[in-house]
């Protein structure tokens, strides 16, 4: 699936939550920042998801989910969905709910001195 058709799906229902969040590109495709925290985003054609991670074995059970590997670094938290495991909207909604519900225990990273 195309990363910014991807990206509107996820701003399309972020704001249907009433969900402040800022977008940046990352890794090849678009990064939903909430709360000044990585939350989710689009990633090699699939979604990237940052949950809990004692849920992360549960549900690598769905459908094109697995561990998420970035650069052969294992992303404890983050598991990577293929496009088929999120094409519906109910399937992305899943995730987008899974993504908020982690977030508020994600600690901010450190500002980077410019």
Known sequence: MDNQLTGA????LLTARNIEFEQKNMFGGVCFMVDEKMCLG????GLMARINPEEVDMLSKRPGTEQMIHAGRTMVGYVFIEAPGFENDED????????LAWNPFVKKSAKKKK
């Open 42 to 45: 689009s990633y090699k054609g």
């Open 9 to 12: 799906r996820i701003a399309n």
């Open 92 to 99: 992305l909604g899943f995730w987008v709910d899974k993504c």
